[in-house]
């Protein structure tokens, strides 16, 4: 009998010990998880039921705005002026031609930071770019030479905050930030001053926003791909129509 009583304590001891350790298990995958999920946001609704539209420039001259809507699509960005001397040609037309078949619009500006000042720019941008949606200001790779237009971090964090301020004082609203998480972080040394103030507009090709750049919890605009079944680079707007329209319209 002591022996069969060792043999059960034994047994309960393991089973006792089998079931701690599942529960450790758990523990450490459900923090994973959860550490995967703030670490990188994505977006979780279906892709589908949310309003999609393009961005387009002077490279996609003839857009028929009315089959876009007829496609489905609800919103376009257009893409208004660069630097301090360039006002994109077809930025006209194409306003008014996104204005009549009933499309949320708004403009972008394409930044050259290294160029001239934020605020010469903005005020640049504010003169010759329509206001539906917030002004965009498209801050990324250059084109034309250092990738980071020869500006330190603290440069270009001041150079953003000149351009943001200039344009909220105009408007009261502050700009949309489009941009790619690795540029933000090459260029501005991943600096976390507009999360709280500035719509994040991401750019990543694959089927996941990824980790975004700092300060930013979500992203209200991704752009998801560079072509499609549309006319420009395909985009996503992270909410529903209602909210939308709200942004649209300032409130």
Not at 44 to 50: G, M, P, Q, T
Not at 69 to 88: M, R
Not at 160 to 183: C, E, L, N, Q
Not at 217 to 231: E, I, R, V
Request: hydrophobic share 40%.
């Amino acid at each position: 009998m002591l022996l069969l009583r060792g043999i059960v304590s034994d047994v309960g001891l393991l089973v006792l010990f089998s079931v701690q350790l599942k529960m450790k298990l758990l523990a450490v995958t459900l923090a994973a998880l959860s550490a995967i999920a703030f670490a990188s946001p994505v977006l979780l609704e279906n892709r589908a039921a949310k309003p999609h539209g393009v961005d387009v420039s002077h490279f996609q001259p003839n857009v028929n705005f009315k089959t876009l809507k007829s496609n489905g699509l609800s919103f376009v960005f257009i893409k208004a002026t660069e630097g301090t001397t360039v006002i994109s040609d077809t930025f006209s037309k194409q306003y008014t031609g996104a204005t009549n078949a009933g499309l949320i619009r708004g403009a972008y500006h394409f930044a050259h930071p290294g160029s001239s000042t934020g605020a010469a720019q903005a005020n640049f941008f504010l003169k010759h770019g329509g206001i539906t949606l917030p002004g965009v200001l498209d801050i990324e790779y250059n084109p034309n030479g250092a990738e980071c237009y020869g500006l330190t971090h603290a440069e270009m964090v001041s150079w953003v905050k000149s351009f943001s301020t200039t344009y909220h004082k105009a408007t009261t609203r502050y700009p949309i930030i489009y941009t790619t998480t690795d540029w933000w972080k090459t260029c501005t040394g991943n600096s976390a001053a507009f999360g709280s103030t500035n719509p994040l507009w991401i750019a990543r090709y694959v089927s996941a926003v990824g980790t975004l750049p700092a300060g930013w919890s979500f992203t209200t605009f991704w752009q998801y791909a560079d072509s499609g079944p549309n006319p420009g680079d395909q985009d996503l707007f992270n909410g529903d129509m209602a909210g939308l329209k709200r942004m649209a319209k300032g409130s």
